[in-house]
């Protein structure tokens, strides 16, 4: 990118450089002929100085018959549309009223009324349409104005064009890339982990995994191919991956982790759809895994299928926020990867320096919506689409920081519910035994709001096998009733509301079976029994309690009913990341169709709309800025040009500024640049003297040339204009309706060193190797226009994202 912010920097220098090549003797070769009357189309025609110009409005007649104003880059429907011309001054000094399109179409505008009148036809064969106007005078000079039209609506909205980039990249690509993409998902999954971490709710109290080296990666991908299998239609990517030295610690129960491992790896297969729409409704990167994931740990641990689960289940839609990136540090970022200089002739010019003060407004975001491609997905290549967009800082929003709340929950709840159920089980234990000697044994106060076990200490030992634990725990049962061993209908043992502690020893095995996961308790001792209250026959029934604990058979639990609402799922709804939100706006796809495909040499295919480049070139070329293009020009040209070889002169201004932002047409199979009524004005202190407009119409060819890649440069003739509208000095009238602009273009390669005919610049293939590492191909990068699409064919071994994960980071 940024040879091409350079190229449009050369250009801009080519429209520059018509002006010096007029002011510096050149015959302009192809200025008005000998004998040519100035009404003839195409006949050059003086101008009128800034004092003594009429002020020119062009209106146009709308459907309603009436006449309206007209402004520079307004849409006008091709066909002949009915034009007038307001005129203010003096009458009496016009002759007549000509509208042209600047070249040799020329229609004469006739008096009605107040304004001069003409059919005018309006050509589709350009996305431009410059207007001339010139007032002739009887003094033989014009008063002269411009309006250029647009004769499409491309780059007039700010809106996303959803199919403004095409895609395929090879298998062979992807695999030379792998450790690329291995470092993006290595960093999503460093914000996921510290996400997770961070919303934890008591669940997970802590997940990480890596050598704790940012410097390092800690993840090896170990598949990364495209796909297009029925069973995951969506999908356009098969992953598998292993996660390195994973420290995962959840359920917490008093300080203690029920479940824990380290430095555990974990494998991780996935089917991946990307997708362009978060749950909200906004565009964001969304990789959807269609529940196809499944995840296992190298290492056995307690509940570890539960946790597999837990993952897989958790793994289904990952949202981020779009990717975006501020334009400036973007070109920043490439810039520092790409040589400063490009080659002209046998010359290194140093285009930092060159083009130093040539500065664009670009304090933007630029926004990327991608999405995949599935229809166009297979076994070979990966086919992605995307739009961009190019926004100010204000018009994007800033997350709420809200996310999704961490679930509220009790992991202890679940311990008080097993050991509730190993009391409930002993107490009907005893009750059965004695029957008819004990007649009441209950405990809680009959409130379901209220807790009626309490633990009071607990705590986790190592059993020897990954599947078990052994807890020891002490806890309280609240309000014990107790009626026993009844005379004459008095009960003999009794309590009342008596709290009874309990100390025991138990072991936990996890067992999965028929899809079931239970957990087995098994009571290993009952090591204290206690009543807050001394009652008569107290030891004994303390006795009874804990003979039958220590009695009861084995009893399953299942994990639903143990956990339930409590699993270490990995809730990344919140982990969407910091970074500006994509604005809202108008969403078109594109009229033009790409044909994405790869030959049998390239292993990439990427595929730019004319409709979306052009907008984008609207709002980084907004209306309204200029540039002193002096300091441009001096160190290209200072010894070879008078007027540049002493230093400037104080109070002297080369000034330059677009009417319209430049569009490109790539309707046909050609590159070309649209540009009219490039203004240039000469001033001395701050005041104009004279003032000139230049239309371009460029057609950019790239070839590879032996180990460069050669830009030739070259004209559409007939839609390349220059034109002297102000002329204080009243010398320059000779180079009006010149052919100057399409003499300079085609003597430029001659002028910067090279032979006529041959390129304007070259580009070192190895200075792409920063971006792609080029196979040894006879043509390993192509540049092409087909059909409303800029095309870049590349036979590439290996691509470097590491620039582009710098710059859309956040």
């Given at each position: 990118?940024?040879?091409?912010?350079?190229s449009?920097?050369?250009?801009?220098?080519?429209?520059?450089?018509?002006?010096?090549?007029?002011?510096?003797?050149?015959?302009?070769?192809?200025?008005?002929?000998?004998?040519?009357?100035?009404?003839?189309?195409?006949?050059?025609?003086?101008?009128?100085?800034?004092?003594?110009?009429?002020?020119?409005?062009?209106?146009?007649?709308?459907?309603?018959?009436?006449?309206?104003?007209?402004?520079?880059g307004?849409?006008?429907?091709?066909?002949?549309?009915?034009?007038?011309?307001?005129?203010?001054?003096?009458?009496?000094?016009?002759?007549r009223?000509?509208?042209?399109?600047?070249g040799?179409?020329?229609?004469?505008?006739?008096?009605?009324?107040?304004?001069?009148?003409?059919?005018?036809?309006?050509?589709?064969?350009?996305?431009?349409?410059?207007?001339?106007?010139?007032?002739?005078?009887?003094?033989?000079?014009?008063?002269k104005?411009?309006?250029?039209?647009r004769?499409?609506?491309?780059?007039?909205?700010?809106?996303?064009?959803?199919?403004?980039?095409?895609?395929?990249?090879?298998q062979?690509l992807?695999?030379?890339?792998?450790?690329?993409?291995?470092?993006?998902?290595?960093?999503?999954?460093?914000?996921?982990?510290?996400?997770?971490?961070?919303?934890?709710?008591?669940?997970?109290?802590?997940?990480?995994?890596?050598?704790?080296?940012?410097?390092?990666?800690?993840?090896?991908?170990?598949?990364?191919?495209?796909?297009q299998?029925?069973?995951?239609?969506?999908?356009?990517?098969h992953?598998?991956?292993?996660?390195?030295?994973?420290?995962?610690?959840?359920?917490?129960?008093?300080?203690?982790?029920?479940?824990?491992?380290?430095?555990?790896?974990?494998?991780?297969?996935?089917?991946?759809?990307?997708?362009?729409?978060?749950?909200?409704?906004?565009?964001?990167?969304?990789?959807?895994?269609?529940?196809?994931?499944?995840?296992?740990?190298?290492?056995?641990?307690?509940?570890?299928?539960?946790?597999?689960?837990?993952?897989?289940s958790?793994?289904?839609?990952?949202?981020?926020?779009?990717l975006?990136a501020?334009?400036?540090?973007?070109?920043?970022?490439?810039?520092?990867?790409?040589?400063?200089?490009?080659?002209?002739?046998?010359?290194e010019?140093?285009?930092?320096?060159?083009?130093?003060?040539?500065?664009?407004?670009?304090?933007?975001?630029l926004?990327?919506?991608?999405?995949?491609?599935?229809?166009?997905?297979?076994?070979?290549?990966?086919?992605?689409?995307?739009?961009?967009?190019?926004?100010?800082?204000?018009?994007?929003?800033?997350?709420?920081?809200?996310?999704?709340?961490?679930?509220?929950?009790?992991?202890?709840?679940?311990?008080?519910?097993?050991?509730?159920?190993?009391?409930?089980?002993?107490?009907?234990?005893?009750?059965?035994?004695?029957?008819?000697?004990?007649?009441?044994?209950?405990?809680?106060?009959?409130?379901?709001?209220?807790?009626?076990?309490?633990?009071?200490?607990?705590?986790?030992?190592?059993?020897?096998t990954?599947?078990?634990?052994?807890?020891?725990?002490?806890f309280?049962?609240?309000?014990?009733?107790l009626?026993?061993?009844?005379?004459?209908?008095?009960?003999?043992?009794?309590?009342?509301?008596?709290?009874?502690?309990?100390?025991?020893?138990?072991?936990?095995?996890?067992?999965?079976?028929?899809?079931?996961?239970e957990?087995?308790?098994?009571?290993?001792?009952?090591?204290?029994?206690?009543?807050?209250?001394?009652?008569?026959?107290?030891?004994?029934?303390?006795?009874?309690?804990?003979?039958?604990?220590?009695?009861?058979?084995?009893?399953?639990?299942?994990?639903?009913d143990m956990?339930?609402?409590?699993?270490?799922?990995?809730?990344?709804?919140?982990?969407?990341?910091?970074?500006?939100?994509?604005?809202?706006?108008?969403?078109?796809?594109?009229?033009?169709?790409?044909?994405?495909?790869?030959?049998?040499e390239?292993?990439?295919?990427?595929?730019?709309?004319?409709?979306?480049v052009?907008?984008?070139?609207?709002?980084?070329?907004?209306p309204?800025?200029?540039?002193?293009v002096?300091?441009?020009?001096?160190?290209?040209l200072?010894?070879?040009?008078?007027?540049?070889?002493?230093?400037?002169?104080?109070?002297?201004?080369?000034?330059?500024?677009?009417?319209?932002?430049?569009?490109?047409?790539?309707?046909?199979d050609?590159?070309?640049?649209?540009?009219?009524?490039v203004?240039?004005?000469?001033?001395?202190?701050?005041?104009?003297?004279?003032?000139?407009?230049?239309?371009?119409?460029?057609?950019?060819?790239?070839?590879v040339?032996?180990?460069?890649?050669?830009?030739?440069?070259?004209?559409?003739?007939?839609?390349?204009?220059?034109?002297?509208?102000?002329?204080?000095?009243?010398?320059?009238?000779?180079f009006?309706?010149s052919?100057?602009?399409?003499?300079?273009?085609?003597?430029?390669?001659?002028?910067?060193?090279n032979?006529?005919?041959?390129?304007?610049?070259?580009?070192?293939?190895?200075?792409?190797?920063?971006?792609?590492?080029?196979?040894?191909?006879?043509?390993?990068?192509?540049?092409?226009?087909?059909?409303?699409?800029?095309?870049?064919?590349?036979?590439?071994?290996?691509?470097?994202?590491?620039?582009?994960?710098?710059?859309?980071?956040?």
């Amino acid at each position: 990118m940024k040879h091409l912010w350079n190229s449009i920097k050369i250009l801009s220098a080519i429209m520059v450089f018509s002006i010096l090549v007029s002011c510096s003797g050149s015959d302009g070769s192809g200025g008005s002929a000998g004998g040519e009357s100035i009404y003839d189309p195409g006949a050059s025609v003086p101008a009128r100085g800034y004092s003594d110009s009429c002020p020119i409005e062009l209106l146009i007649r709308d459907a309603s018959g009436r006449f309206g104003a007209v402004h520079d880059g307004m849409y006008v429907q091709p066909g002949t549309r009915r034009l007038a011309v307001r005129v203010e001054g003096d009458q009496a000094t016009i002759d007549r009223v000509f509208i042209s399109d600047g070249g040799v179409y020329q229609v004469e505008a006739l008096g009605e009324g107040d304004l001069y009148v003409c059919d005018f036809d309006i050509r589709d064969s350009r996305l431009y349409n410059g207007v001339l106007v010139q007032v002739i005078h009887t003094d033989g000079r014009a008063s002269k104005e411009k309006v250029v039209f647009r004769t499409t609506t491309e780059g007039m909205d700010e809106q996303l064009i959803l199919d403004g980039i095409g895609m395929m990249v090879s298998q062979d690509l992807l695999d030379g890339s792998r450790d690329q993409v291995e470092e993006v998902i290595d960093g999503m999954l460093a914000a996921m982990f510290a996400c997770i971490e961070d919303q934890d709710g008591g669940i997970i109290s802590r997940v990480s995994y890596g050598d704790g080296n940012p410097g390092t990666v800690d993840i090896d991908i170990q598949t990364l191919e495209a796909v297009q299998v029925d069973a995951y239609p969506a999908a356009v990517l098969h992953i598998g991956l292993t996660v390195r030295d994973v420290d995962l610690s959840a359920v917490a129960i008093y300080g203690q982790d029920l479940v824990s491992t380290t430095n555990n790896d974990l494998e991780v297969d996935a089917y991946v759809a990307l997708e362009d729409l978060l749950d909200d409704g906004t565009r964001g990167l969304v990789l959807n895994l269609l529940d196809s994931t499944v995840v296992s740990f190298t290492d056995d641990f307690f509940l570890r299928p539960v946790v597999e689960d837990a993952i897989s289940s958790g793994l289904t839609v990952i949202e981020q926020l779009p990717l975006a990136a501020d334009i400036q540090e973007l070109a920043d970022a490439i810039g520092s990867r790409m040589p400063m200089t490009v080659t002209i002739g046998d010359t290194e010019v140093d285009l930092d320096e060159l083009f130093g003060n040539l500065e664009l407004d670009l304090d933007r975001y630029l926004f990327v919506d991608v999405y995949g491609l599935p229809e166009e997905t297979s076994a070979n290549a990966l086919a992605l689409g995307a739009g961009l967009l190019a926004t100010d800082y204000e018009e994007a929003g800033s997350p709420d920081g809200g996310g999704s709340a961490a679930p509220a929950v009790d992991p202890e709840a679940a311990f008080m519910d097993m050991f509730s159920a190993m009391v409930d089980e002993a107490f009907a234990e005893i009750k059965d035994d004695y029957d008819g000697l004990v007649t009441t044994l209950s405990y809680g106060d009959g409130n379901p709001d209220t807790d009626d076990i309490a633990i009071d200490s607990l705590s986790f030992q190592g059993s020897g096998t990954a599947n078990t634990k052994t807890v020891r725990a002490r806890f309280t049962i609240s309000d014990v009733d107790l009626r026993a061993v009844s005379l004459f209908g008095i009960s003999l043992i009794t309590t009342k509301n008596n709290d009874l502690a309990i100390e025991a020893t138990c072991r936990l095995t996890y067992r999965r079976t028929g899809g079931v996961d239970e957990v087995l308790l098994d009571v290993l001792s009952v090591d204290d029994v206690d009543f807050d209250d001394s009652f008569l026959g107290d030891c004994v029934v303390e006795d009874l309690v804990a003979r039958d604990i220590e009695d009861l058979d084995t009893f399953a639990i299942a994990i639903d009913d143990m956990l339930d609402g409590i699993d270490p799922d990995f809730d990344l709804s919140g982990c969407s990341g910091q970074g500006p939100l994509f604005p809202e706006v108008l969403e078109a796809y594109s009229p033009y169709m790409w044909d994405l495909g790869l030959s049998q040499e390239d292993t990439l295919s990427i595929a730019l709309s004319q409709d979306m480049v052009n907008g984008i070139l609207a709002q980084v070329f907004e209306p309204g800025f200029e540039w002193d293009v002096y300091e441009i020009l001096r160190p290209l040209l200072g010894e070879d040009f008078a007027g540049f070889q002493a230093e400037r002169k104080e109070g002297e201004e080369t000034i330059m500024r677009l009417s319209v932002p430049p569009v490109v047409d790539l309707r046909t199979d050609l590159i070309r640049m649209e540009l009219d009524d490039v203004v240039l004005a000469y001033r001395l202190d701050g005041q104009a003297r004279w003032e000139a407009s230049l239309d371009l119409d460029l057609i950019l060819t790239a070839q590879v040339l032996g180990d460069d890649l050669a830009f030739y440069l070259s004209t559409v003739p007939e839609n390349c204009h220059f034109h002297i509208m102000r002329d204080n000095p009243g010398n320059l009238g000779v180079f009006d309706h010149s052919n100057l602009v399409n003499d300079v273009v085609e003597k430029l390669p001659e002028l910067v060193g090279n032979a006529p005919g041959g390129p304007l610049f070259t580009i070192g293939l190895d200075s792409i190797d920063q971006f792609l590492v080029l196979k040894d191909t006879a043509d390993p990068v192509r540049i092409r226009a087909y059909q409303g699409y800029l095309y870049l064919d590349a036979a590439a071994s290996r691509a470097d994202l590491s620039w582009l994960m710098d710059a859309f980071s956040r």
